[in-house]
């Protein structure tokens, strides 16, 4: 890589939310970006917006992700992997939460994000370096009830970036989790409600000023453009309005 070379990114779950406000947010600061997810109507949109480009792909199917990073590698050197794709199922006790929900959620979030960073580290760490970025959350901080099997998850993804950097440490690789507690984005909690609008909109009832998916973008950005031998290790990012996953501020 020589100085002038642009960075690149390939940022996962890049349709909507977190995802799609971090492409923006990378394209503004002068990246080229490549953007991932399974829905080509918004990666077309998202690409017409910003001048990413786009790869479909499901991460929980491996070949789909042989498929992307080798698409990526073929594409040019790489400064940063954002793995933001992944997601909660539901709200139930531990004492009555399907098995079968903390299995997909595990897929997503902890097999996806692995899944992704195996496939590209090798092309990370060739031209000078580059970031694996990880979003995780406050439920891999936090258990509340309820949380479950998201919690669990996140609890788990979170242990790839705190395992990651110790076993590459002195590599030309930084390692950086960014975890948001409650950012009202157009789908998290109604996916996580299986599309019951009330439900996902009573997430943030009250709430003075809930984080937006831009805020968070914002943080990823700032962290992949400091000096290169400065390590971002975790961000935790929450609105004023909320103190704990439980404990949130709210107008009645
Ligand atoms: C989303 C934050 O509190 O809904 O990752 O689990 S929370």
Request: proline share 5%; glycine share 10%.
């Amino acid at each position: 890589t020589t100085a002038t070379t642009r960075p690149r990114a390939l940022v996962t779950g890049a349709s909507t939310g977190i995802g799609a406000a971090t492409v923006r947010g990378l394209r503004a600061a002068g990246w080229d970006v490549v953007a991932t997810a399974r829905r080509v109507e918004r990666l077309e949109a998202l690409a017409e917006e910003t001048g990413c480009t786009w790869i479909a792909a499901d991460l929980t199917v491996a070949d789909d992700v042989t498929r992307l990073a080798a698409a990526v590698v073929e594409g040019g050197p790489l400064s940063a992997v954002v793995n933001n794709a992944g997601g909660a199922i539901g709200a139930d006790p531990v004492a009555t939460g399907s098995p079968e929900d903390w299995a997909r959620m595990y897929e997503m979030n902890v097999l996806g994000t692995l899944r992704v960073t195996q496939a590209l580290l090798p092309h990370l760490e060739a031209d000078g370096g580059g970031d694996v970025l990880v979003v995780t959350s406050t439920a891999g901080h936090e258990p509340y009830p309820g949380g479950g099997g998201y919690t669990a998850a996140k609890h788990a993804e979170r242990l790839i970036p705190l395992t990651l950097r110790q076993e590459l440490v002195g590599r030309p690789v930084r390692i950086i989790e960014v975890a948001p507690g409650m950012v009202a984005t157009e789908e998290f909690s109604l996916n996580r409600f299986a599309g019951d609008a009330d439900r996902a909109a009573a997430v943030y009832a009250g709430v003075a000023e809930p984080l937006v998916a831009d805020d968070v973008a914002d943080v990823i950005t700032w962290t992949l453009t400091r000096p290169a031998h400065v390590n971002i290790d975790l961000v935790i990012v929450r609105p004023r309005a909320q103190a704990t996953s439980t404990l949130v501020a709210r107008e009645t």
